[in-house]
């Protein structure tokens, strides 16, 4: 089981600069979520996906942030352009949506600092 | 929307003693409440998780109990270890929207 794959691990550039982080689920997982964290605001749920579909966006915290999912394997979330208060962690986590409540699976994150 | 809180922000325990790690929940239709730790530079991964219609859940040291009508859970570790020392965050979740508490740093001194 290879787990939830995210790259880049560590990301540093200049601000104003687009950032495309990507995120593989767990094989098999039909939800995927896009979680930042920062020591202010903790854990912040961006977006989520079910069967590729995004269902709530709401977190987003603004139009410079966009996430796609074009397959059951794939997913992006792009930065642009980038400022310096977008450095933070950002994680991926995928689970199995069903009847029963399954756990979400958490990728390494990327850690993100706009110069 | 669903609103998390978690108490205390920092917990500091002799190893041997238990640590007791409290949340509260806003919304009555969450039915699915987890919890990650967090050691510092890693990923949250998931120690425990309890469902709505279960009051208590134990796995060796840990435990976790849910009060519904209360709209709170806690995390009971017993007979704590150095390598507990982490960031422990609860969650509640309802349907695929899953609220996670501010998080508990949790150091066990030798």
């Known amino acids: 089981d290879a787990g939830v794959i995210q790259s880049p691990r560590h990301e540093v550039t200049e601000m104003g600069q687009e950032v495309t982080l990507r995120c593989k689920p767990i094989s098999g997982h039909n939800s995927l979520f896009w979680y930042r964290q920062t020591m202010m605001r903790g854990l912040e749920l961006l977006i989520y996906f079910n069967n590729n579909v995004p269902i709530d966006d709401s977190g987003m915290p603004e139009d410079r942030f966009s996430a796609k999912m074009p397959n059951a394997s794939f997913s992006t979330l792009k930065i642009q352009p980038s400022e310096p208060r977008d450095s933070a962690v950002y994680f991926c986590?995928?689970?199995?949506?069903?009847?029963?409540?399954?756990?979400?699976?958490f990728g390494d994150g990327t850690r993100l600092s706009i110069l | 929307g669903e609103n998390v809180e978690q108490h205390p922000s920092t917990l500091s325990v002799q190893e041997g003693d238990s640590a007791v790690i409290k949340c509260t929940y806003s919304d009555s239709a969450s039915n699915y409440f987890p919890w990650y730790k967090q050691e510092l530079g890693k990923r949250p991964q998931l120690i425990i998780d309890i469902r709505s219609n279960v009051g208590e859940k134990k796995d060796q040291r840990i435990a976790v109990t849910l009060n519904k009508t209360a709209k709170h859970f806690s995390l009971h570790i017993t007979e704590t270890q150095p390598e507990d020392s982490a960031v422990y965050f609860c969650a509640a979740k309802r349907n695929n929207d899953m609220r996670f508490g501010a998080g508990t740093r949790l150091t066990v001194k030798p």
């Open positions: 986590a995928s689970s199995l949506q069903g009847q029963t409540n399954q756990p979400q699976h």
